[in-house]
């Protein structure tokens, strides 16, 4: 099979690789799109050591099975593998589990490639006539999802009842302002200094998208997204959560610059975390994107495989206006 190898940081090259071969009560899928995540971009740049090359990347999937129970059914793939007899697995978090795996880290392959192997149980059916690109953004959406559900829960007030921004609008970013949306939140504003990425989350139905100055008055928000997790945005957040608010922190850049403690422990806001999903997450975004009610899902480019290092390229040039980057083997 053809695959897009990333061989050193910075370096990915299109290559011939052997064909992946399914364990017991796995299947073999062939890919039809695969986003670009920031996790990937991450890896790329060399700042990941649970990817070390050569690494074949790519979590973020759609395809065609070809093997097992579900041959010829076309499917998204959630990338998250957790044994059943995890403690985290039968509490109903096992996104939470020491012992997770997932595509694109050892030992398994990720979706960059024409072929990806992973377990039956983690392949939720589409439609024959579902875009694969759009199909492609369920695990993505998912992760928004879940980060939003999971600040939500933690709320003194309905969101209905509740001022809601998100910082960032890369696709976890817009994404979880689209769940905003679709959950029925009082009122949804995404921040975002990129004048073409505003431009993108105005086209996929955010009446709200600002720059960063024009955006909510300080002390004013009920619950804070923050999709990029840098020190700017941190700072951000514990300015703009109103007392007893929620911050839910869903980027990935490493570091704890910009938070503001005191402020944090005197107005009782609370700080979380958000990592990816639960399995019933991920099978109730894909029926939202069946459905259609997360929009139009015009907000992603897609590429040939083949050219997905020019792809990363622009990606870190900020040359792309979409919110997300998908791979077309």
Known sequence: MKALVQIAPNTLIH??????????GEAIIRVEAVGICGSDMHAIHGHDARRPTPIILGHEAAGRVLTGRLAGKRVAVNPLVVPADCPFAREGRPHLSPRREILSMPPRPGAFAELVRAPEENLVEIPEAMPAA????????????????????LLGRPLPASRCVVLG????GLAAALVLVQAGAGEVWLVE????????????????????EHGPEDSSCDL?????GAA????????????????????LLPGAEGLDIRRLTLQEITFTGTYCYTP???????????AGRLGALEWLEARPLAEGARAVADIDAGAVAAAKVVLVP
């Open 193 to 212: 200094p990129n004048a073409a990425r505003r431009a993108t989350a105005e086209r996929a139905g955010i009446a709200l998208s600002r720059a960063p």
């Open 15 to 24: 290559r011939d690789e052997p064909d992946p071969a399914p364990a017991p």
């Open 280 to 290: 019933e997450e991920f099978r109730t975004v894909v029926g939202l994107l069946v």
């Open 224 to 228: 804070v997204v923050d999709a990029v």
């Open 232 to 251: 700017v945005t941190r700072a951000s957040a514990c300015r703009l959560a109103r007392p007893g608010g929620v911050i839910v922190h869903a980027g």
């Open 169 to 172: 609008g890369g696709a976890i």
């Open 134 to 153: 759009k199909a492609a953004l369920a695990e993505p959406i998912a992760v928004s999802y879940h980060a939003v559900h999971h600040g939500a829960r």
